[in-house]
């Protein structure tokens, strides 16, 4: 029982960690109609900022903000510069653009940082476990990962639910042509939400640093999964983004602890055992086919009310 | 009167050449990664292999050498592409290299078929040292079991009564896990595979393995993935309270990134840079004027196996076409390895002993260093099943 709970921990805080990355990319997948296949480069800097600063300053809070405003700033850059000329293009367009600037932000890593990645050291003050319950250990960096994730949710709720910046969003979401048609200034509009999306993508870098190494092409991995959750949830919506997250994190955690002993009980020793790995890496693919067959636009589609 | 001294003049060419005229240079494929996270493994390995040339004065057997290195991606398709393209437009007389089990698996092939020698430094696909061993397949490294049973021996000597074991779900993975299988003799209370290369979380892993409570840990992670598995093993709260051990999973390219969560792990290799032998301290002493670096297990694997093949080039005065000859240089290994004393045993793959290490902090740095010797003259177990036509 101990270890389910720790389990479905792991599975929430890996969930919370995916819907930062994955609401970046519905936001911009939603609104500007642009794949960014791109967006892990932006996980991927966040991680070096942070490593970065976070050294120059001595302090791993420090290095997080300036991290995020740095992010921030290199989002709404490679807006005004790369993205403005794909909007509006066939998605193979943005598909071809956006892989080059994935192949352009790994080869300046490599040219500032050198080939051999960095590490982030767990701040000293969250290098322990905690007992959250009696006979539970949780690491109190993982903790931290959830309260900071949540708190970035309800502020991303509060920001699209209940301001005027988010009223823009979600009518851009819905349509875009009419939110330009009244006269929004839709260009500063994009350059705002697609520097959000990389702030959100930097974010979610700089906090896996510490338990992940800093590496060149790390968000690649992890990119995929992000486009699961997208579609999953519904392209656009910030709430399907979220569900899910961790819908995704919990099928992930969960199956890759518990499927394989179900699998060796069922099939017995050695086709459980040689099935169980590749089944449990499968079993989000097939939440989302068994999804998109239900619910062809995900489970919260942004047009539809 | 002017035909006649050309004549003359082509003659005393042709009579000046050596045996091995046909032979302008020694051409060699490297195949490695030299991009992607694991790009720093195929560095040190590289920068080994021009260090070991220049240590021989870039000549083999009286020629100049010309090396052709080409990047496998880590992927198996890319590893076969990149060897034919070496043996079929390069015409490279020996491809030496290679990191991984599954990418050499997939690539021997092409190279063998094309009676081109294979100097393997890294990778241990066991399938390579027994069923389909082959004349022109040698091996400067180890098989992916070899070590992990070494460690396992040892573990039995210290009385460790259960382990947990987490591996990567490929090729060396398995063989690695189950050679320690093979020889541990406590009780296995669960073992995890996870996906690779892309699964970096450990965290479902690590929560199982405490709660099965076992007196240790055994684990495989080569490459970047040694780093994260180490750091997460620390914040988990889980390195005071279970002992860890592994296999290839710490060397001089990931330690300064594990630093105080790799301090106490026990793992066993054929070599540690500490070695006290002539040629170990002139490679390491070379390596670190040259690099600014510390070489690791990769790099000095791939050292070896430039002097393996220089060794033989020599052997044979730089006459590659004799391929039996050739052959039969390669494996008298007439050259000062790193780790000591080397011989080849019936598949080409070394018997050689092996050490445990330990990671220290000296000050600001981390090392390993021999902790014991674990086996000695230990031949490679997969000879019987190597039947070489």
Known sequence: MTLFIEQCLNGLQFGLLLFLLAAGLTLVFGIMDLVNLAHGSLYMLGAYFAATFAAWTGSFVLGAVLAIAGTLVVGMVVEVIAMRRLYGRDHLDHVLGTFGLILFFDELVRLVWGPGGKSLAVPSWLAHSIQILPGIQYPAYRLAIIVVTLAVAAFLYVLVMRTRIGMLIRAGASNREMVGALGVNIKLLYTLIFGLGAALAGLAGLIQAPILTVQIGMGENILILAFVITVIGGIGSIRGAFVAALLVGFIDTLGRSFFPELLVNLLGRQAGATAAPALSSMLIYILMAAVLVVKPQGLFPAGSR | MRSTLLAAGAALILAAAPAAAQ????????????????????????????????????????????????????????????????????????????????VVYASYKPIVDAKTFLIIANAGETRLAGENCSPFIFSTSWTNDQNPIAVADYMNAKGVKSVYLIGPNYAAGKENLGGFKSAYKGKVLGEDYTTWPSQLDFSAELAKAKAAKPDAVYMFYPGAAGVQFL??????????????????????????RQKDAAVGVISALQWTADFPNDANKKFV???????????????????????????????????????????????????????GDFKFGPNHYPTQNFYMQHVVKEGDTYTQKTLATAEKNVPNPHAAQCHMK
Request: glycine share 6%; hydrophobic share 40%; no cysteine.
């Open chain 2, 285 to 339: 002493a070379d390596f670190k004027t040259k690099y600014k670096s510390e070489p690791s297990f990769y790099a000095a694997q791939s050292y070896d196996a430039a002097m393996l093949i220089g060794s033989a080039v020599n052997a044979v005065k730089g006459n590659l076409a004799d391929k039996a000859t050739v052959q039969k240089a390669l494996e008298k290994a007439d050259f000062k390895s790193v780790r």
């Open chain 2, 23 to 102: 032979q302008k240079s020694v051409k060699i494929g490297f195949v490695s990664t030299f991009s992607g996270p694991v790009a720093s493994i195929g560095n040190d390995m590289r920068n080994a292999f021009e260090l070991a040339l220049d240590h021989m004065g870039r000549k083999m057997g009286g020629l100049p050498v010309e090396v052709v290195y080409e990047d496998d991606t880590l992927k198996p398709e890319v590893g076969k592409q990149k060897s034919e393209k070496l043996v079929e437009s390069d015409k490279v007389d020996f491809v030496a290299g290679f990191i991984w089990s599954n």
């Open chain 2, 231 to 256: 750091n997460q093993y620390a914040q988990a709260g889980l390195k005071d309270a279970i002992p860890l051990y592994t296999t290839f999973s710490i060397d001089s390219l990931s330690l300064p």
